[in-house]
């Protein structure tokens, strides 16, 4: 007998994922230069304040512009690869 496989439980076994909102949440909580720009341009329910974000990046001197693609964002549902995570926590050090 056969089941379907949810499209989740598929990718995890392909390469293994996780939460994006969580996983920027929980880097927010162990580094506070992070976690000051993070709770400034992402509410609890994983909305972004493209606007806050766009003028966050713009405003840190770091040689590039950019310009919002959209006017609303959330994190939630979206997943990254292990791999993305854990560059991303080297990137902070972790």
Do not use: H, Y
């Given at each position: 007998?056969?089941?379907?496989?949810?499209?989740?439980?598929?990718?995890?076994?392909?390469?293994?994922?996780?939460?994006?909102?969580?996983?920027?949440?929980?880097?927010?909580?162990?580094?506070?230069?992070?976690?000051?720009?993070?709770?400034?341009?992402?509410?609890?329910?994983?909305?972004?304040?493209?606007?806050?974000?766009?003028?966050?990046?713009?405003g840190a001197?770091?040689?590039?512009?950019?310009?919002?693609?959209?006017?609303?964002?959330?994190?939630?549902?979206?997943?990254i690869p292990?791999a993305t995570?854990?560059?991303?926590?080297?990137?902070?050090?972790?």
């Amino acid at each position: 007998m056969s089941r379907k496989l949810k499209v989740q439980e598929l990718e995890s076994r392909i390469a293994p994922s996780v939460g994006l909102f969580g996983f920027l949440a929980g880097l927010a909580e162990s580094d506070a230069g992070f976690g000051a720009v993070f709770n400034t341009v992402v509410d609890q329910d994983g909305n972004v304040d493209v606007g806050a974000a766009t003028n966050a990046i713009n405003g840190a001197d770091l040689g590039v512009t950019v310009t919002p693609v959209v006017s609303s964002f959330n994190l939630n549902g979206l997943v990254i690869p292990d791999a993305t995570a854990a560059r991303i926590l080297a990137a902070f050090g972790g």
